[in-house]
């Protein structure tokens, strides 16, 4: 083919741009999908029950990961700073994922369970009164807006299309039994979507026990995040085997 | 085109390319140096693919030659080279992590008296414990352990809650606490409430002396408040029950500082009175989520913040 002829014809010449452009990024993640060793065979990584995931809109909503990214990466200083670095695994439910790659804030990938959910309602309403250098806006109005949760159940089935183990069935309520226990299995079905979200919110997480707020929601995402792998169960060297 | 610039652009090479008659495009070669550096660029390419991870074939990718040797509970093992067994080589061969390791080795092995006392222990502890106390326990206390009136006490003043020794400290901060008051709307009409916060005001010169005074005082040191079990008949406090210094004009819940006239200071004591402290003092456990020589570190760290004892 002439070089003319391409310079000349631009439908061409777009077609022609795009394949090239495209060959890098293909290299780089379509062989992501049929590696074996991708997802790291981990034990404990779950679904988000659904106050967990309607906490998760809420921090998409808010444009959180604008400023938090959701993955330490293994250096020293991230793992001194941060703990262990994050895993595939670990994100194979999440879509979309919550990488980023940019840091205003922390990263927020190890951060359940590391303050506590009074510590979390404070910070979110007015992050200053903790931390008095913080540049974080304030959110109050997740504290004055109840959870609005009427599409729990199509958000989860929306989920479990793109491969979430969410349970409709009963066969696929057995699996969860078998993989996450009873009780954990009963919090992500999809049948018992509301009643779940109910019985997690009894845990009252926004410190208002008579009321289900966007906080409830958020505070209880933020409590599960990097805390399903136990890593005390694994050898270190365990890990690197899949990289 | 002026004559003078084609004149002067005739000698440089055309691609040999014509536009609408006579519009041409100059070809100007990239300088040779530069041309060759790009060529071994690639090749160097091509040598990374062999020592390093790099292409996928079939369900696994070509894992390269090069090896890195790591630790795994004191063992020595080694493995092919990825970012995963770099980390753990990082973590626990290199440099910096052999120095971090000899010093914490130091400091797990001497008490507090040798620590206080070795300059280049001190200055360790300064660093390293500046970085724990930024990720564990600035959120509450503040990067300067100054704290937050109404929820996080000062580590910073010479006022403590649960003692300021070092063993004090490290024993707060391994096991953690639990601070309460009970509450005292049950037990104090208004009238007597009005009193006993006179009165705690008082012991810090905040309120002067009056007939309410003297009753809120009776109260205070008498069965009918009994405040004097844990705050003492003195009201300074007692640290084994984390009983707060009353006469010392530090105040960690109540914001008396924060309000100007004596009826305000009055209401935000009396609502601590009323309400007591529950729920809202508790400090972490941090046994298991430290180590012990972290949490010595932690410790000789907050001390040195600037109130120790």
Redesign the interface.
């Given at each position: 083919m002439r070089?003319?002829n391409i310079e000349v014809n631009s439908g061409l010449m777009i077609l022609l741009i795009l394949t090239v452009i495209s060959i890098g990024g293909l290299v780089e993640v379509v062989?992501l999908f049929?590696?074996?060793?991708t997802i790291e065979k981990v034990d404990g990584v779950r679904p988000y029950t659904p106050l967990e995931l309607r906490g998760r809109d809420i921090y998409v909503r808010e444009g959180c990961y604008l400023c938090h990214s959701q993955q330490i990466r293994?250096?020293?200083d991230e793992?001194?700073?941060y703990g262990h670095?994050s895993l595939a695994a670990e994100s194979q439910y999440d879509h979309p994922f919550q990488w980023g790659s940019k840091r205003t804030g922390p990263d927020l990938a190890r951060v359940g369970k590391?303050?506590?959910n009074?510590?979390h309602v404070?910070?979110l309403v007015a992050p200053r009164?903790?931390?008095?250098?913080s540049i974080m806006p304030n959110y109050p109005w997740l504290l004055e807006r109840d959870l609005d949760f009427s599409d729990i159940t199509e958000r989860l089935k929306a989920l479990r299309k793109t491969g979430v183990p969410y349970s409709l069935t009963e066969e696929e309520y057995k699996a969860n039994v078998a993989a996450y226990g009873k009780e954990m299995a009963d919090w992500l079905d999809i049948n018992q979507a509301q009643d779940s979200l109910f019985a997690q919110a009894r845990n009252d997480y926004d410190g208002l026990p008579n009321r289900i707020t966007e906080m409830e929601a958020l505070v209880a995402y933020l409590q599960v995040l990097g805390t399903m792998v136990d890593f005390s169960q694994y050898?270190?060297?365990y890990?690197?085997?899949?990289? | 085109m002026s004559e003078s610039t084609t004149k002067q652009q005739a000698a440089v090479q055309t691609t040999g390319h014509a536009w609408d008659g006579d519009l041409q495009e100059f070809n100007n070669p990239l300088p040779r140096w530069w041309l060759w550096s790009f060529y071994v660029t690639a090749v160097i390419a091509v040598i990374y693919w062999f020592i390093y991870p790099s292409w996928p074939v079939g369900r696994g990718w070509l894992e390269g030659f090069a090896t890195i040797t790591y630790q795994v509970d004191g063992k020595a093992e080694e493995s092919r080279w990825n970012t995963r067994a770099k980390l753990l080589h990082d973590l626990t061969e290199s440099h910096a992590a052999q120095r971090q390791r000899e010093f914490m080795g130091k400091v797990a092995e001497a008490d507090f008296s040798t620590i206080s006392n070795d300059p280049d222990m001190l200055a360790f502890i300064r660093s390293v414990g500046k970085g724990l106390f930024g990720d564990n326990c600035a959120a509450c206390h503040g990067r300067g352990g100054q704290g937050v009136v109404g929820l996080y006490p000062n580590l910073a003043d010479d006022d403590w809650l649960w003692g300021g020794s070092l063993e004090n400290i490290q024993n707060v901060i391994t096991n953690g606490r639990q601070g309460f008051m009970p509450a005292f709307k049950e037990t104090f009409d208004p009238q007597q409430l009005d009193d006993v916060a006179e009165y705690v005001l008082s012991l810090s010169g905040e309120a002067p002396d009056s007939i309410a005074v003297e009753r809120g005082k009776a109260l205070f040191q008498g069965f009918g408040g009994g405040c004097y079990y844990c705050h003492g008949m003195d009201g300074k406090g007692l640290p084994s029950q984390g009983a707060a210094n009353l006469t010392d004009k530090i105040w960690t819940i109540a914001d008396v500082d924060g309000q100007k006239t004596l009826e305000e200071k009055k209401a935000v004591v009396k609502k601590l009175i009323f309400n007591g402290v529950q729920n809202m003092r508790k400090m972490p456990t941090w046994k298991g989520r430290l180590s012990p020589t972290e949490i010595k570190v932690l410790a000789v760290y907050v001390h040195q913040l600037g109130g120790g004892q």
């Open positions: 070089h003319e062989p049929y590696l074996n060793d293994p250096f020293r793992w001194l700073r670095y590391k303050y506590s009074e510590w404070q910070h009164s903790v931390v008095p250098q050898d270190e060297g890990f690197v085997e899949f990289r | -």
